[in-house]
């Protein structure tokens, strides 16, 4: 089984960029499609962007053509790039695996938090 660790969260003002990192531990991490999902204050968990073991992607209507989801199989990492960054994109951000569709199946952890000064 696959296990997942968030990084590369912060504080920066609208516009402005970040990219988070979820690192996994497993011989067998190129075999998963891998979500990105975010929590924010006082809503529910959605669902952000996937990666496919073969590379397609997905993303949601949120966040498409601001954020682009990636991954190393070398590093066992998949990255989550995010431009023109919104006040409305603060949240934790959590990665996870496995996913069907835009569904979490996995085991959540303790996530990157994200903050957008307006």
């Known amino acids: 089984q696959v296990q997942l660790a968030e990084s590369g969260g912060g504080l920066v003002q609208a516009g402005g960029s970040l990219r988070l990192s979820c690192a996994a531990s497993?011989?067998?991490?190129?075999?998963?499609?891998i979500g990105w999902f975010r929590q924010a204050p006082g809503k529910e968990r959605e669902f952000v962007a996937a990666?496919?073991?073969?590379?397609?992607?997905y993303y949601s209507d949120s966040v498409k053509g601001r954020f682009t989801i990636s991954r190393d199989n070398a590093k066992n990492t998949v990255y989550l790039q995010m431009i023109s960054l919104k006040p409305e994109d603060t949240a934790v951000y959590y990665c996870?695996?496995?996913?069907?569709?835009?569904?979490?199946?996995?085991?959540w952890g303790q996530g990157t938090q994200v903050t957008v000064s307006s």
């Open positions: 996870n695996t496995p996913i069907l569709g835009t569904s979490a199946l996995g085991s």
């Open positions: 990666i496919r073991s073969g590379g397609s992607t």
């Open positions: 497993g011989r067998t991490f190129s075999s998963y499609a």
